[in-house]
């Protein structure tokens, strides 16, 4: 079993930023591939990015590259999403996945509100 929990939302201002947080707990995902997928208000939920095991490899929504950044610590089992440049569009939760085997992992998300 592996429980994720994100953290680092919050209110922030047009143009700002934030560093979002899912810390894994349970068992090692070091060897996991690990996404970050957003559901705003009324919308389905959607990919934003993904981080390969040995952070060789990244991808992302083409509505958020060049503003967010995925990274990992495999060290204390947590990834990132430092998010730059933010826009009242990005408003929305945010939720921290892995697959392991034939078994879905997620977060219950955090809560990230881009409003002047």
């Known amino acids: 079993q592996v429980q994720l929990v994100e953290s680092g939302g919050g209110l922030v201002q047009p143009g700002g930023s934030l560093r979002l947080s899912c810390a894994a707990s349970g068992r090692s995902v070091s060897i996991a591939t690990m996404d970050w997928y957003r559901q705003a208000p009324e919308k389905e939920r959607e990919f934003v990015a993904r981080i390969t095991s040995a952070s060789t490899t990244t991808y992302y929504a083409d509505s958020v590259r060049g503003r967010f950044t995925i990274s990992r610590d495999n060290t204390k089992n947590t990834v990132y999403l430092q998010m730059n440049s933010l826009k009242p569009e990005d408003t929305a939760v945010y939720y921290c996945?892995?697959?392991?085997?034939?078994?879905?992992?997620w977060g219950k998300g955090t809560l990230v509100t881009v409003s002047s």
């Open positions: 996945y892995t697959q392991i085997g034939v078994t879905n992992y």
